[in-house]
């Protein structure tokens, strides 16, 4: 459903992010100093960070301070149980709203006073979006896969109705149907069809027929406003 690519701390510290608007943090319990210090500056900077844990991040000397700022935790916070998922910003929250199910593992209490309270379970926090400088950390507690996978695209694909200065991807691929797709900086669209049968996909609006194992090039073209 959508393109990424993979970076690792190695990256990060060659000033990789500097190509990225959104981070997916997909759970990790160790993390260098220098690491963390980076990803604060990007978000500041005007990134956006998705993390995704049951526990705060510790540095390899054992420190927590670094992490929980940037999550936006404090030293009042402690994990408590999670259960089913209520969304408290349907309208950010578009995919995630409409998928069934919704359920996180834990939930935090302490999250600091400027966060914004995206899901809760019993009223407590389990989706929470922090504001640092001009960026974002949305912070999950253990959610469920699939809850998380339609968090990441609201954040991808829809992040312009939490922060109305950002800028929404374009969603050229709305379905889990194993063809994947790939936009490229000119506007073209790479799709690949790994099933054995043919699939019907819709780009910008345009159906195209993709045979089994089969590659296409669509090149998207901007949508004419209606008068």
Partial sequence: VMDFDI???ELVADDALRLYRVLVWVESDYVEEQTLK?????????????WWGKQVPETVEGRTSLSAA????????SWQP???LQLQ????????????GNRAGATVSGIEGGAVVLGTVENRPAIWAVPHGKGWVIATADPEPATFNELVRDVDYN????????????????DYDGVYATLLANGEVILHNINS???TNSVN???TILPPKSLRSILMKPRQPRP
């Fill in 38 to 50: 980076v990803l604060a500056a990007w978000v500041k900077k005007g990134g956006v960070l998705v």
């Fill in 89 to 100: 910003h349907p309208a950010f929250l578009r995919h995630l709203n409409a998928h069934l």
């Fill in 197 to 199: 049968e043919a699939r």
């Fill in 7 to 9: 970076v690792d701390e």
């Fill in 205 to 207: 609006g345009a159906k």
């Fill in 159 to 174: 992040l312009s109705k939490l922060d109305a200065t950002k800028t929404n991807a374009p969603e050229v691929d709305t």
């Fill in 82 to 84: 999670g259960g089913p």
């Fill in 70 to 77: 940037l999550l936006g935790l404090t030293q009042r916070s």
